[in-house]
């Protein structure tokens, strides 16, 4: 497609589930970023990959998230033992290439963690 | 990165133009201005960036004074679907070996609400 695709949408999980999210970035883009959006906030940076390699993960809130991009485009994030304060809208972003080119993003995935 | 302050909410009626601005009086020499909006419901869409020159495109006019430390945003006929959280950010090309590769820092933007 021409855009980020996310996938689910929407993800309802019980407390304690482990939980993967799917980002397939735009084909061609080098860069993959992970952003979390709590209600009523501005996105908050989790994650970034080049390539395959993932080059910062200072935002990951814990150890129980846990994100992969193996062939350097389709990339996962895994939350396990999910708790309520991981419900939140997660965004996935694509760049062609580090420097000045625009992020482009998907429509996310809202989790709720019940 | 530098910090960027923009008022929290704007009305503006449809058919005028939206000028909304930003304030980001820290921002270093290899700094970028970025704009992105975000609709409801949806992920953040791209608007504009610039450096120091004023650039226009498709979609809106991004004005940065000369001492850039501030810009505006010009949407120059703003409808009902422009209605949105607007966010001005800044950021370096290049993040370093371990800067999170040019990651956008959001704050909590303007709320911009198009009315008839």
């Known amino acids: 497609g021409a855009g980020v695709s996310q996938s689910p949408r929407y993800k309802v999980a019980k407390r304690g589930q482990d939980v993967a999210l799917r980002c397939d970035p735009i084909?061609?883009?080098?860069?993959l970023f992970w952003y979390q959006q709590a209600l009523g906030q501005g996105p908050e940076f989790l994650t970034y990959?080049?390539?395959?390699?993932?080059?910062?993960k200072s935002g990951l809130p814990s150890d129980r998230f846990f994100a992969e991009r193996p062939e350097g485009s389709v990339s996962t994030l895994k939350i396990q033992r999910t708790q309520q304060e991981d419900s939140a809208v997660y965004l996935c972003?694509?760049?062609?290439?580090?420097?000045?080119?625009?992020?482009?993003f998907g429509d996310g995935t809202r989790l709720s963690i019940l | 990165d530098a910090k960027t302050t923009q008022p929290p909410s704007m009305d503006c009626a449809e058919g005028r133009a939206a000028n909304l601005p930003c304030n980001h009086s820290?921002?270093?020499?290899?700094?970028?201005v970025y704009w992105y909006r975000q609709i409801h419901s949806q992920g953040p869409q791209y608007i504009i960036h610039?450096?120091?020159n004023n650039e226009t495109n498709e979609m809106a006019s991004l004005i940065i004074t000369e001492d850039r430390k501030s810009s505006t945003l010009i949407l120059p006929h703003a409808t009902l679907r422009d209605t949105a959280v607007y966010y001005c950010?800044?950021?370096?090309?290049?993040?370093?070996?371990?800067?999170?590769?040019?990651?956008?820092?959001f704050g909590t933007g303007t709320q911009l609400k198009v009315e008839l």
């Open positions: 972003a694509s760049s062609l290439a580090e420097g000045v080119q625009p992020q482009h």
């Open positions: 084909s061609g883009h080098v860069s």
């Open positions: 990959f080049q390539n395959e390699a993932q080059l910062d």
């Open positions: 820290t921002i270093s020499g290899n700094e970028y």
């Open positions: 610039g450096l120091k």
């Open positions: 950010i800044v950021r370096a090309p290049f993040g370093g070996v371990t800067g999170g590769g040019n990651k956008l820092t």
